[in-house]
């Protein structure tokens, strides 16, 4: 069969994806002669008994005299490159943000934020307006929870990049995505509604889809934790089970618009086509002090996920109305 638009699309999406995070891997700058020696010399220098004080706010997010002269030393290198019209390089992995209040890159932090704040007015939106006794309610408020932490983590993790940040940040993340995967079903294919005796199999079924996704997470947080933290595999999980739930909701978004002709069931799909768009920032990585292509993918999907709360509630409203036309 001979493949549509749209999947040649996706495909080219997840292999660009592990394309970006091969590269994204390889870290020039501190791996330069230049920068090293630069480093060594500010600590011989500065870490010694009475040397200059790190500053308090910058002390509470645990910077200490190694990490001062490690960041001191990428703007030193930083601004010699720019100065001989050399490319800007990166450092472990990042690119030389200059920090704010002791966070490392302040503009990721506060799109992480603003994401935070959409979740949590969408939550609070829910219920307001979608009454307790809704059996869906109760899937789409644990999708805020989720999403919750993983904007927290991500917080942390742009503030301060630690081992323990950065595994919290990604684990986080991940559970985040799976959950979207797991409850698009329960509401594409209605796996909730097992109270008559001809769905009563949707309970079975709902049950197996549970266990399956919390042993995929297990499998996947155990690899990571325990075989091996790698990156280009978790861009590929990551991507694989945002593209399965993105077909899912672009599906279900056709359907339903064809069905009701109203345009608001169409927007499962123009979320999805917002998703992709922002992604390409992710794909199409740019070097930066100030801002970069990372922070920019935060800051695209701080609308989409206030559509995304408005559908459901859009969604839910109507559903509750086809009810108690038939009752």
Same mark, same amino acid.
């Given at each position: 069969?001979?493949?549509?638009?749209?999947?040649?699309?996706?495909?080219?999406? &997840? $292999? !660009?994806?592990?394309?970006? +995070?091969?590269?994204?891997?390889?870290? =020039?700058?501190?791996?330069? @002669?230049?920068? %090293?020696?630069?480093?060594?010399?500010?600590?011989?220098?500065?870490?010694?008994?009475?040397?200059?004080?790190?500053?308090?706010?910058?002390?509470?997010?645990?910077?200490?005299?190694?990490?001062?002269?490690?960041?001191?030393?990428?703007?030193?290198?930083?601004?010699?490159?720019?100065?001989?019209?050399?490319?800007?390089?990166?450092?472990?992995?990042?690119?030389?943000?200059?920090?704010?209040?002791?966070?490392?890159?302040?503009?990721?932090?506060?799109?992480?934020?603003?994401? &935070? $704040? !959409?979740?949590?007015?969408? +939550?609070?939106?829910?219920?307001?307006? =979608?009454?307790?006794?809704? @059996?869906?309610? %109760?899937?789409?408020?644990?999708?805020?929870?989720?999403?919750?932490?993983?904007?927290?983590?991500?917080?942390?993790?742009?503030?301060?990049?630690?081992?323990?940040?950065?595994?919290?940040?990604?684990?986080?993340?991940?559970?985040?995505?799976?959950?979207?995967?797991?409850?698009?079903?329960?509401?594409?294919?209605?796996?909730?509604?097992?109270?008559?005796?001809?769905?009563?199999?949707?309970?079975?079924?709902?049950?197996?889809?549970?266990?399956?996704?919390?042993?995929?997470?297990?499998?996947?947080?155990?690899?990571?934790?325990?075989?091996?933290?790698?990156?280009?595999?978790?861009?590929?999980?990551?991507?694989?089970?945002?593209?399965?739930?993105?077909?899912?909701?672009?599906?279900?978004?056709?359907?339903?618009?064809?069905?009701?002709?109203?345009?608001?069931?169409?927007?499962?799909?123009?979320?999805?086509?917002?998703?992709?768009?922002?992604?390409?920032?992710?794909?199409?990585?740019?070097?930066?002090?100030?801002?970069?292509?990372?922070?920019?993918?935060?800051?695209?999907?701080?609308?989409?996920?206030?559509?995304?709360?408005?559908?459901?509630?859009?969604?839910?409203?109507?559903?509750?109305?086809?009810?108690?036309?038939?009752?």
């Amino acid at each position: 069969m001979k493949p549509r638009p749209s999947q040649r699309c996706l495909t080219a999406i &997840f $292999l !660009a994806g592990l394309l970006f +995070m091969q590269f994204a891997d390889a870290s =020039i700058g501190d791996r330069l @002669p230049e920068f %090293k020696s630069c480093v060594e010399t500010c600590k011989e220098t500065n870490c010694v008994p009475n040397g200059p004080s790190i500053p308090f706010q910058r002390r509470l997010l645990l910077w200490d005299c190694p990490s001062e002269c490690d960041y001191t030393c990428q703007h030193i290198i930083t601004s010699a490159r720019i100065a001989n019209h050399d490319p800007i390089v990166q450092f472990h992995g990042k690119w030389p943000f200059f920090r704010f209040l002791g966070m490392q890159e302040p503009f990721s932090v506060l799109f992480s934020l603003l994401n &935070f $704040l !959409a979740h949590d007015w969408g +939550m609070r939106k829910l219920r307001e307006t =979608i009454p307790a006794s809704y @059996p869906l309610r %109760k899937y789409y408020l644990l999708f805020g929870y989720f999403g919750l932490a993983s904007w927290v983590f991500s917080m942390v993790f742009h503030t301060r990049d630690f081992n323990l940040t950065e595994k919290l940040d990604y684990l986080g993340a991940g559970a985040s995505v799976l959950y979207g995967l797991y409850f698009a079903p329960i509401r594409v294919f209605r796996l909730d509604q097992s109270n008559t005796a001809r769905t009563a199999y949707k309970s079975s079924i709902l049950r197996l889809w549970t266990i399956v996704c919390l042993v995929l997470y297990a499998f996947h947080a155990g690899f990571l934790l325990l075989v091996r933290w790698d990156y280009t595999y978790n861009m590929a999980a990551n991507v694989a089970v945002g593209i399965v739930q993105n077909i899912l909701w672009s599906g279900f978004s056709i359907v339903r618009f064809r069905r009701m002709k109203r345009i608001w069931a169409a927007w499962p799909g123009l979320i999805v086509a917002w998703i992709i768009l922002a992604m390409s920032f992710e794909l199409l990585d740019f070097p930066g002090q100030i801002i970069d292509a990372h922070a920019l993918w935060h800051a695209g999907t701080v609308v989409p996920t206030i559509w995304w709360y408005n559908f459901l509630i859009k969604d839910a409203q109507e559903d509750m109305h086809g009810v108690r036309l038939k009752a």
